[in-house]
């Protein structure tokens, strides 16, 4: 089965660039989507289909796909963007959804 | 406003049933895929199953295959999980999640999730 590896954990302080990555084998020929969880709270949709970032996200997020990593980047890092963050794909070759094991952001 | 509103969790013990329910409002319930992702206590999400809009395709990860049964009823605009044989392993919260766009395609993004209900096997 296909197989998402996240970073455990990503610190950084405020007002500084947070990249969140997710590395799968080909990664790059999948459509990746990420989610937003804080604790306590549904996972929200802040990227989908790679890059494209869905109404009422900030600008600050945006996300990159390539070759066996895609990548969330988080520009000026708020307090607020403290959460865990998941990528997400569809493996169309066993037609089942995958997650990563999810990335702590923690805001210094 | 979308809104996705679930209920139906509880306590069971291994080998037993629960079944999940998630209304929606405010969207054309008949015209979106939705799914149901899970996520056991301190650990990560996890897919579960996917139902087309129509109800004629259905998916499941290998875990939940024969045991679980995804449902819907658009007259009610309501998504089911018939969850049978459960194990201490189905321990989590649960979450349906509605497909983004209306492509019959399971690998849209979620972009309104429910509120989550608790499903407990001891």
């Known amino acids: 089965s296909y197989v998402l590896t996240q970073p455990p954990s990503v610190s950084v302080a405020p007002g500084k660039t947070a990249s969140v990555v997710c590395g799968g084998n080909e990664i790059g020929s999948y459509s990746v989507h990420w989610y937003q969880q804080k604790p306590g709270q549904a996972p929200l949709l802040v990227m989908s289909?790679?890059?494209d970032r869905p109404s009422g996200i900030p600008e600050r997020f945006s996300g990159s796909n390539s070759g066996i990593t895609a990548t969330l980047t988080i520009s000026r890092v708020e307090v607020g963007d403290e959460a865990d963050y998941y990528c997400y794909v569809w493996d169309s070759n066993t037609n089942q959804g995958v997650f990563g094991g999810g990335t702590q952001l923690t805001v210094l | 406003q979308r809104h996705l509103l679930q209920s139906g969790g509880g306590v069971v013990q291994p080998g037993g049933s629960l079944r999940l329910s998630c209304v929606a409002s405010?969207?054309?319930?008949?015209?979106?895929?939705m799914h149901w992702v899970r996520q056991a206590p301190g650990k990560g999400l996890e897919w579960v199953t996917f139902?087309?809009?129509?109800?004629?395709?259905?998916l499941y990860r290998d875990s939940v295959k024969g045991r679980f049964t995804v449902s819907r009823d658009s007259s009610q605009n309501t998504l089911f999980l018939q969850m049978n044989s459960l194990r201490t392993d189905d321990t989590g919260v649960y979450f349906c999640a509605k497909a983004a766009s209306m492509a019959t395609t399971p690998s849209d993004a979620f972009d309104v999730w429910g509120q989550g209900t608790e499903v407990t096997v001891s």
């Open positions: 289909y790679d890059s």
């Open positions: 139902i087309r809009y129509d109800g004629i395709e259905k």
């Open positions: 405010g969207f054309k319930f008949y015209t979106h895929g």
